[in-house]
């Protein structure tokens, strides 16, 4: 099946730095990528959605000018958490959409970063 | 988007069958339900998807009745390996648009197998 990647696997930070994630559609083209992030023992939030070459779409709640998605390529969505602190610590993961059988859309997830901020 | 609820956790021994059910009472006509497998640290994985009666792969079945308000997916002859938390989804089969085909979690049922 299709696949996502996700890079880093994990990242520690300092506090006040920022971070970079990509997810990455290896086999397919995404036009739309979800970023989701995950605390301990919490089901997956969406955070935002992201567009190929437009502007992403954030949920309530999330602060656009701290988590900066740019989405240049129809397979390549990055995430950045400007000027991380402790509480911005989670596990963050993508999701891109392809045409499955009989043309139903499917998810595939990437295999998530783990944000640590010390 | 069509709420979710399942079991919040389940145990069962090895080589059981195991049976869990979600319910989505506001499930669209165009919704597809689908179940995705979580382990710890890593992202969720496809398990099987259908929308109605029933649909079966190599790994799981999922029963579907007819007025589509539940599922149950059921896990054939559990191993230690299929401790894991399971998400039962329900969203638009065909992505038409940007913001179209959000996939929103539930709290998903954490199943533990026990040697």
């Known amino acids: 099946g299709a696949v996502v990647s996700q890079h880093p696997s994990w990242v520690i930070c300092k506090s006040g730095t920022s971070v970079k994630i990509e997810c990455r559609s290896l086999?397919?083209?995404?036009?739309?990528m979800f970023w989701y992030r995950q605390f301990p023992k919490q089901s997956l939030m969406l955070m935002a959605t992201s567009n190929e070459g437009s502007k992403a779409t954030y949920e309530q709640g999330v602060e656009k000018d701290k988590f900066l998605i740019n989405h240049a390529s129809l397979t390549l969505s990055t995430l950045t958490v400007t000027s991380a602190h402790p509480e911005d610590s989670s596990f963050y993961i993508c999701s891109a959409h392809s045409l499955g059988q009989g043309s139903n859309t499917e998810a595939f997830f990437g295999q998530g970063t783990r944000l640590t901020v010390v | 988007l069509a709420k979710t609820t399942q079991p919040i956790s389940m145990d069962s021994y090895e080589g059981q069958e195991v049976n869990i059910t979600c319910s989505h009472n506001n499930i669209a006509t165009n919704d597809y339900i689908t179940w995705y497998q979580q382990f710890p640290s890593q992202g969720p994985r496809f398990i099987i998807q259908g929308y109605k009666t029933k649909v079966t792969n190599e790994v799981a079945s999922l029963f579907i009745p007819a007025d589509r308000k539940s599922s149950t997916l059921s896990l054939p002859r559990v191993s230690l390996s299929d401790t894991a938390v399971y998400y039962c989804?329900?969203?638009?089969?065909?992505?038409?648009?940007?913001?179209?085909?959000?996939?929103?979690f539930g709290k998903g049922t954490k199943l533990s197998v026990i040697p």
């Open positions: 989804l329900v969203a638009p089969a065909k992505y038409s648009g940007a913001g179209s085909y959000q996939l929103t």
């Open positions: 086999d397919f083209q995404a036009t739309t």
